[in-house]
């Protein structure tokens, strides 16, 4: 019974990934970042807990960690032909998923480390910081203080009322807080492979979320449209890479967010969608089943231990 507990949160990210597709299709944009990136979270967390108690209970069944554990019978588990194998693939997903994620939180922070120490030895003008370089490219940094990074190149291939457009965007991101929307979608995406998707989904609610914020301070949607796809179209062609932390008017599906732009704002919804409800539903389901199981193998090792019932 608590292998198949432990089962349910690896198997939740898969049924919640149809509804997170669609989440922008029914959610504004800022509520679209906050039904998505909650949820997303709560299964990672349900998703590892699953694993590291699999884990566990293989190794428990290793004469040499039953000793270290100071097992005075054996740890009752189902067949070990069962749970010996799934212990081992547990335990090998979660060495992969750590390396991949200690990878990327490395490849990040020197990448960020970067960035702001070629912004800081540029003049900024409050907020905005202009780097001499022949490749368009435009972001928002993230940390104290914000900075919103654009190149020379950048700047020649927008017109005045296209700039007004793209610093806003810009700052909308640094306002929103994206990059930790953003941050908390890559350590879910290293979690579990079915919420990969979801961490692109994230990504683009995050621009749009930034495109309506500047569409409403320049007060025209079909400038910011402008602005964004020629932007997005130089920014390709010099082939710029930047951190997964900090987000920029260039990234996304351009074209899916250039017709929204082109279309009337769209409305806040009066009350939840049943997007969001299932993909609560499925987040609290991971973390209860989760926790049971985790909480059942805890009882199981007292017992084995032979301090149930003192």
């Known amino acids: 019974m608590t292998l198949v507990v432990l089962l349910m949160p690896l198997l939740l990210p898969c049924v919640a990934l149809l509804p997170a597709r669609r989440a922008l299709e029914r959610c504004s944009p800022q509520a679209a970042l906050w039904t998505l990136t909650v949820p997303v979270l709560l299964l990672a967390a349900g998703t590892v807990t699953a694993l590291g108690t699999l884990a566990l209970t293989g190794l428990l069944r290793i004469p040499a960690f039953a000793a ?26 979660l060495l ?12 990040q922070a020197v990448g ?21 370089s022949p490749r368009p ?9 914000h900075r919103i ?16 457009a ?7 991101h640094n306002a929103g807080g994206h990059h930790y929307f953003l941050v908390a979608a890559e350590l879910a995406a290293h979690c579990h492979p079915a919420l990969r998707p979801v961490r692109e989904a994230i990504r683009l609610a995050a621009e749009r979320a930034a495109d309506e914020t500047a569409a409403a301070t320049v007060g025209d949607r ?21 951190p997964a932390a900090t987000p920029a008017a260039t990234s996304g599906p351009v074209p899916r967010r250039v017709t929204a732009l ?4 769209p409305r806040t919804p009066r009350a939840m969608s049943w997007i969001a409800a299932l993909l609560a539903a499925c987040a609290l389901l991971s973390c209860a089943t989760a926790a049971t199981g985790a909480l059942h193998v805890h009882q199981d090792i007292e017992v084995a231990q032979g301090e149930a019932g003192r």
């Open 68 to 93: 270290l554990a100071e097992l005075v019978q054996p740890l009752r588990t189902s067949s070990p032909r069962l749970v010996l194998p799934l212990a081992a693939l547990a335990a090998g997903l």
């Open 96 to 107: 992969i998923a750590a390396l991949a994620l200690g990878r990327s939180v490395v490849r």
């Open 112 to 132: 960020l480390r970067t960035a702001r120490s070629e912004a800081g030895r540029r003049p900024a003008a409050g907020d905005l910081c202009v780097v001499d």
């Open 137 to 145: 490219d435009a972001y928002a940094l993230p940390g104290r203080p």
């Open 149 to 164: 990074v654009v190149t020379t190149a950048m700047l020649r291939s927008l017109d005045a009322r296209e700039r007004e």
């Open 166 to 172: 793209l610093f806003a965007h810009e700052r909308a």
């Open 222 to 242: 079909r400038v910011t449209a402008h602005a964004i796809a020629r932007a997005a179209l130089a920014a390709r062609a010099a082939d710029t890479s930047r």
């Open 262 to 265: 082109l279309h009337p704002a």
